[in-house]
């Protein structure tokens, strides 16, 4: 019994003990460690009081609108929103000028890089010309007498002769007269064989050959007609007397020309001659034969520019094997130039470049950052090669650019005033923008949707805006018609009809980044298109119309018209040999910057569906 009392104590004591132990744990716990775990929750809340004191809140549609907390844009009204970070994402170091943006907003917005590297260039000239017939070939059927021609064996122009056929029948009194002459002197060539040979020499200048001479003066037969023979075979490309056309002798009746070899004709700019010499093959081709290419070598250039078109004539020639080519039809050629004062550069494409009138532009894509970012560089361009630009400075060897999307990487640049096209010194834009007093909203039904938080790719337009920038087109194309007619008085009244559909363009059925675009774009619009209007001087109209082009481009690019299809042309000659574009309605170039003087000097750039 004691045995039992005394295990029955001690195990006792051994459960008072744990249980000490276990209320000991708890107490320390509640003073220690709920201290310690309010020290990081108030460290946690000073972090995000912090950053919310740091964070700069923006308008969207007014990018120079900065505030240190949410509200209202005092312009237009509209939610304040968080501006982003310049850093990355994992705490990367970002210069605070590069636009930074996700990958899906990459993918999105079909943002595309190539990492550019030097090479030997190549410059593709393109030319445009006809096919012409050889000069060399061609020869003027002159009458060798005067007098009434009586019967015309070739009627048209076009038709083919040959050599020593029969062209035309001469009534002539001349030609009779000296046939008299002829028989007498016969009849005294032993007193005066002299005369008699001067009569013959006489008869042998106006053509008559000494078989027809010899029986002259054996039938003693005499006609006052003589017959005209063609002195080339070939194709007839002038008519330019009747039958009963009277003639002196030495007046031209046709122009005959041999079409066995022809020319090609082109029309070389003169800043592209330095890279084309004499011996330089060449493809060409023509409307007339599609899917057929024609090759050859340069043969003669002409030493002289003419003074209107700027261009030198580059000679082809080539044997025309079965009459296919035909005067005068079009042919557009291509050649490929080694530029070896380039050798050794940087070539990119010209879709990287942006341009301003004044700076060449790219995007190149940062290094070594977790989140994309891309920061704008102002390049030096040399020459166009076609499709691409050679790069005199600006960007090295090895840098990756953005060689598509580069326009939306800008828009998103702008939104958040870093540097950009309009913004050189990468401070927020101090530009405000007239709303007519309305009220903007927060969102807008089936208008533009940003599909990235930098609102740099536009996905959806709403119907009504898209039908007013067609209506906007559609009077566009009126003034460039009265552009190709040269027309000032009538391009300024057709500007008055841009400048009433632009008005009445809702900018309300835009929101975001979108709305912001559209405002970017309408500035350089209205401006150039009020100039344009107010002024009766053709060449300064046309000055205007360069940069309205550019804007109102991009404007159809962003936003599309509605149920058109467009071609976005270029000429390299227009804007003082500076280049300048513009949109038409057709294929077929009809240059609004030169009119007839250069109706055809262009090019179609892009066709916009």
Known sequence: MKINRFKNIHKNKNVRFAL?????????????????????????????????????????????????????????????????????????????????????????????????????????????????????????????????????????????????????????PDLLTAQQELLEAAKMENISPGLLQAAREKLRLWKLSDEQINKIETSKEISPQVEIQSNTSGVVISK??????????????????????????????EVDLPFLKVGDKLTYTLQAIPGKTFTGKIAFINPIIDPVTRTAKVRVETVNTGMQLKPEMYANATIDAPMNNYKDQIVIPKTAVLWTGKRSLVYIKQPHTETPAFLMHEVELGPSLGDSYVI?????????????????????????????????????????????????????????????????????????????????YKDYLDMKNAFVATDAKKVAGEAKDVITSLKAVDMALLKGDAHMMWMDQLETLNRTINAISKSNDIEKQRQEFVQFNLAFYKSVKMFGLENVTTYYQFCPMANNDKGAYWLSEIEEIRNPYFGDVMMSCGETKETIK
């Not at 007397?241 to 082109?266: E, K």
């Not at 702008?414 to 923008?433: C, F, H, V, W």
């Not at 909203?441 to 007013?468: D, H, N, R, W, Y």
Request: one cysteine or more; proline letters at 3%.
């Open 240 to 269: 330019n007397v009747n039958q009963g056309d009277y003639v002196n002798q030495g007046n031209v009746l046709f122009n005959i020309a041999d079409l066995s070899r022809v020319w090609a004709l082109f029309d070389a700019y």
């Open 392 to 472: 005199m400075s600006g960007i090295n060897d090895g840098d990756e650019i953005v060689t598509h999307g580069a326009f939306t990487v800008d828009a998103s640049a702008q939104l958040e005033g870093k540097l950009s096209m309009m913004n050189r010194e990468g401070d927020p834009a101090m530009i405000s923008y007239d709303h007519g007093g309305m009220d903007m909203p927060t969102a807008v039904e089936g208008s533009i949707s940003s599909i990235s938080t930098s609102g740099v790719a536009l996905t959806k337009t709403a119907p009504a805006f898209k039908a007013q920038l067609t209506k906007v």
């Open 20 to 172: 000490i132990f276990v209320v000991g744990l708890l107490l320390g716990w509640l003073i220690f460690g709920n201290s310690s775990g309010n020290k990081l929750a108030h460290s946690e809340e000073e972090h995000i009081h912090a950053e919310a004191e740091n964070q700069v809140w923006t308008c969207s549609m007014h990018p120079q609108i900065r505030q240190d907390g949410p509200g209202k844009c005092p312009i237009c009204g509209m939610d304040l929103i968080p501006l982003k970070s310049s850093s990355g994402s994992g705490g990367e170091s970002v210069d605070p000028d590069a636009i930074m943006m996700s990958e899906e907003a990459i993918a999105l917005a079909n943002v595309q890089t190539t990492v550019v590297s030097r090479q030997n260039p190549i410059k593709e000239i393109q030319l445009y010309g006809t096919i012409q017939a050889d000069e060399r070939l061609s020869q003027s059927q002159a009458s060798h007498v005067s007098g009434r021609i009586e019967k015309l064996f070739v009627n048209f122009t076009g038709e083919s002769v040959r050599k020593g056929q029969t062209i035309a029948t001469i009534y002539s």
